[in-house]
């Protein structure tokens, strides 16, 4: 195994179609890829592998899902079939466009049909790429660069939230000193202010108040 394969081994792929037979071709094409791939039948499926509940009687509540994989494994990518019976594959896309939590996963539409209009709409929605069916295997190399840069956007965003994090709880300590701070300043301001009151009781005592007093010589008192 290469070293790019090895490194798409650690992606994991949610892929979308309502065909077995599409949905069996693109899962072989992930795994011949070396992608972790969990395959669903409808949109309103992958919104609940995602974590996201859409409320729609006509679909059923349990997933559909394969292999079985737990839901809690993060999701690198989503390639999704456009043409879907109920929730579209550009009704998808706007879903997980649509939610803070997964709005940086990259989205890749397929369809078998090469209309400009619905390519430039999924594009401009925020798909990061848009494959003609049959899918090859040369397209599947155009989905790496996707993830990788998503990660790095993902460690660039927690990097920059531990700096504010650290920046904020030394304004907090700067703001709020702790109590044997505010001890030390009070005992300080206490030992300033006592030497302060002896000064001035020692200025209190000038020649002034000598001169006052008398003065003897040859039994003679003389007041200066």
């Known amino acids: 195994m290469g070293m790019a394969a090895a490194e798409s081994q650690q992606y994991h792929v949610l892929a979308v179609d309502d065909s077995i037979i599409d949905r069996k ?17 409808s949109g309103s499926k992958a919104l609940e592998f995602l974590g996201l509940q859409e409320n729609d009687e006509t ?9 079985k994989i737990h839901q809690d494994m993060e999701v690198n990518l989503v390639i999704t079939d456009y043409c879907m019976p109920g929730m579209t594959g550009y009704d998808l896309l706007k879903k997980i466009k649509e939610s ?35 899918v090859r295997k040369s397209d599947l190399n155009r989905l790496e660069p996707h993830i990788k840069r998503t990660k790095l956007k993902d460690q660039k965003q927690e990097t920059l939230q ?50 006052t007093r008398p003065r003897y010589n040859s039994g003679i008192a003389t007041v200066v």
Do not use: H, W
């Open 25 to 41: 071709l693109i899962e072989r094409l992930l795994k011949t890829s070396s992608y972790q791939v969990t395959t669903v039948d």
């Open 59 to 67: 679909n059923p509540i349990t997933p559909c899902v394969s292999p």
């Open 100 to 134: 803070s939590s997964l709005r940086n996963i990259p989205v890749v539409i397929m369809s078998s049909e090469n209309v400009p209009s619905r390519i430039t709409r999924c594009l401009e929605e925020g798909a990061d790429e848009f494959f003609l069916k049959p």
């Open 162 to 211: 531990k700096v504010e994090n650290i920046d904020e709880q030394q304004q907090q300590q700067i703001v709020q000193p702790d109590s044997e701070t505010i001890i030390e300043q009070q005992q300080q301001s206490l030992q300033q202010g006592n030497s302060n009151k002896r000064k001035t009781m020692e200025q209190g005592i000038s020649p002034e108040t000598d001169r």
